[in-house]
């Protein structure tokens, strides 16, 4: 084996390790049903074996991504609310119950939009992020 190897460098969580044992799981529970068999020596997760550490660097990845988009959903909408907060202070001759009341309003419209922020950065996180 190299020195250096992709999976020398991974550092892994027990969420990766959770991830690909469900992945292996699920993946045996449904392979017959797709007319799969499976291996006989890879039908119990093992994550000391080749695959099993193959499966737990995979589940590190994909976490990491989901983790990004996540994260860039979670700023753009942060930027809606403080773009709201923004405009509602700047008004002037209003009073602070008004003030809240229309800062309200204007946040109860972007909470059902929330969704399809984080719905636009996990199924297409570069067109969104240009939004």
């Given at each position: 084996m190299a020195k250096n190897s992709h999976r020398d460098l991974i550092m892994t969580t027990p969420e990766d390790t959770e991830l690909a044992i469900l992945f292996h799981d699920t993946?045996?529970?449904?392979a017959p049903s797709f007319g799969y068999e499976t291996r006989d020596d890879t039908k119990v997760f093992d994550q000391t074996s080749k695959n099993g550490k193959l499966m737990v660097a995979v589940a590190h990845e994909i976490n990491q991504a989901i983790t990004l988009h996540t994260q860039?959903?979670?700023?753009?909408?942060?930027r809606k609310v403080?773009?709201?907060?923004?405009?509602?202070?700047?008004?002037?001759?209003?009073?602070?119950?008004?003030?809240?009341?229309?800062?309200?309003?204007e946040m109860l419209k972007i909470i059902p939009d929330?969704?399809?922020v984080i719905e636009d950065h996990l199924t297409n996180p570069t067109e969104a992020g240009e939004k």
């Open positions: 993946y045996e529970r449904l860039e959903a979670e700023i753009a909408l942060a403080l773009g709201v907060s923004s405009m509602v202070h700047k008004q002037k001759g209003i009073t602070q119950s008004m003030r809240l009341k229309h800062l309200t309003k929330t969704f399809g």
